[in-house]
Structures are given as C-alpha cells and as structure tokens.
C-alpha cells in the first residue's frame, strides 16, 4: 500500500506516517518498509499504534534512532484484565517486548503506553496504579489516557459522570 501511495504522489519525501488499525510488526514486510521509507530518510518519523504482544527488531532500530514511536495500548495493568481485554493471554509476551523496546534511552523515550477507558470494564483506580506500575517499572514516562468510541458514540459523545470522574482522577493522578 505505502508503495502505491508513494508512486501516485500522495505521500512524498519528509512524510510524518501514522500507522493503526492492526499489528503492523505481524506482517513480514515489517522490516522492509521501516528500512525502505523510516530508516532511508524517506519518512521524517512514524508513529506506530500496537498491542505490544509482537516485537520488531527493526521498529526498535528506529526507535533508537529517534525516527519513530510506538504507542502500545494496554488498557490495564493486571493479566486477569489484559486477558479479558485483548481475549488473549500474552501479558507475558508484552513484558517481554516492553522490556525490548525500552533497553535504552532513545527507545524509552519513544516508547508511549495508552489506557483506553473502557466503561464497565477498566474503569478501576487499582487498575489504572498497576497500569502506572508497569509504565514506571521500564522507564516509561510517556502516557496516553483516551476513551473507547464505540462507548462515545453509543451515548452520543456525551460519557457518564463516574466515566468523566474517573479520568479526571487518572490525569490528576498521574
């Protein structure tokens, strides 16, 4: 897809790449694409939306350089919940990738951890301390707090009180 876009004009030289909606270090040209268009300069930086389960050697490799970020959405902090979440029991397999990505500074430094509020499912003080937990235990002071939007637009954009209370909380305790 990047080369069709990128042969029709419509991403050009010094691009800033957002990529999302899917595990992008899954595909095996992962890291053909991040050394074609992030590590030859084509790109100036891209971020990356991921669980975290899989790691890339080659998305580290640019991290490290400063030529791109990854957001790993993990929406708790304990296994019980991650599993439940993601329906699938990896919390390990994230460990280990956080602890990858996070092995030194540049790539800290590029490395985010997103809680999406999920209304009846995450909305846990305790759960957002072990969230933090995890952020601090690799040196990770990069955080997203966003709500889910299926739930946005299910209540027409307009979130419950102990949702709204409960983010407020998050953003004054963190």
Known sequence: MLRSLKEQGIIKQGV?????????????????????????????FLAIATNGIVYSDAIFKAMNKGKACIIISIDCGSRRLYRKIKRVDAFDHLKTSLKLYTSTLKARENTFLKYIVLPGINV?????????????????????LDIDGRYCRANNFTPEKKVTDFMKWCIGYA
């Not at 095996?28 to 100036?44: A, D």
């Open 16 to 44: 800033e790449l957002h990529i999302g909606g899917g595990e992008f270090s899954i595909y095996p040209e992962c890291g053909e694409i991040i050394e074609k268009y992030v590590l030859s300069g084509f790109t100036k």
């Open 124 to 144: 846990s003080k305790w759960e957002f301390k072990k969230f933090l937990s995890l952020s601090k235990k690799y040196g990770i002071s990069g955080i997203k």
